[in-house]
């Protein structure tokens, strides 16, 4: 069975650092894309950013470029997201996410690691 | 960047009934755009994948179709556990961006 399970959130203030961790297990992880996806609180969802299958190729979304860098571990089926400089705004649920191999959609979702953010 | 603007953004309705969502592209998205159904709390469910592909293990009462930038997701029979928030996502080109979502509420 598929499992993504994150950790790592919290409450942090403005200016902050924090780092979340997604867990996979139950499939070949060195094999697929990996992404984050954030929900702030009532509102839709919204990607972050995505990697590749050996690191080597991330992608932003505006909001986060520049702040936020993702990163993997495939020796312990391990994804990260490394959250600096966080604005009130950054406040959501974020969700680690598995890309299928063949398109950027997200075929597998962890429960979500919620981040806070204080002024 | 690519907008996705799904209508409604609130749907009445009733279980039995037959109802159809509609998302459209602020560009051509060919055939890559896919559909997640979300209940408070939980992460989002895939439904649908590359337009009009049906998930495993999802309903056959779930169908979509559609291409470039226009795509509808449609629930030919509601069942009580439909009643939730529907989003559709492209991956055409970065960013990949997510529609505002659809809710779906019992009338």
């Known amino acids: 069975e598929v499992q993504l399970v994150e950790s790592g959130g919290g409450l942090v203030q403005s200016g902050g650092s924090l780092r979340l961790s997604c867990a996979g297990s139950?499939?070949?992880?060195?094999?697929?894309?990996m992404s984050w996806v954030r929900q702030a609180p009532g509102k839709g969802l919204e990607w972050v950013a995505n990697?590749?299958?050996?690191?080597?190729?991330?992608r932003y979304g505006d909001p986060v470029k520049g702040r936020f860098t993702i990163s993997r571990d495939n020796a312990k089926n391990s994804l990260s997201l490394q959250l600096d400089s966080l604005r009130v705004e950054d406040t959501a649920v974020y969700y680690c996410?598995?890309?299928?191999?063949?398109?950027?959609?997200?075929?597998?979702w962890g429960q979500g690691s919620p981040v806070s953010v204080s002024s | 960047d690519i907008q996705l603007t799904q209508s409604p953004f609130t749907l009445s309705a009733s279980v039995g009934d037959r109802v159809t969502i509609t998302c459209r592209a602020s560009?051509?998205?060919?055939?890559?755009l896919a559909w997640y159904q979300q209940k408070g709390g939980r992460p989002p469910k895939p439904l649908i994948y590359?337009?009009?592909n049906l998930q495993s293990g999802v309903p056959s009462r779930f169908s979509a179709s559609g291409s470039g930038t226009e795509f509808t997701l449609t629930i030919s029979s509601l069942q009580p556990d439909d009643f939730a928030t529907y989003y559709c996502?492209?991956?055409?080109?970065?960013?990949?961006?997510f529609g505002q979502g659809t809710r779906l509420e019992i009338k």
């Open positions: 996410a598995r890309v299928p191999a063949s398109d950027s959609w997200f075929d597998y």
């Open positions: 139950g499939f070949t992880f060195s094999s697929h894309w």
């Open positions: 990697i590749n299958r050996d690191g080597s190729v991330k």
């Open positions: 560009q051509n998205v060919n055939s890559w």
């Open positions: 590359k337009a009009s």
């Open positions: 996502q492209h991956s055409n080109s970065y960013p990949i961006t």
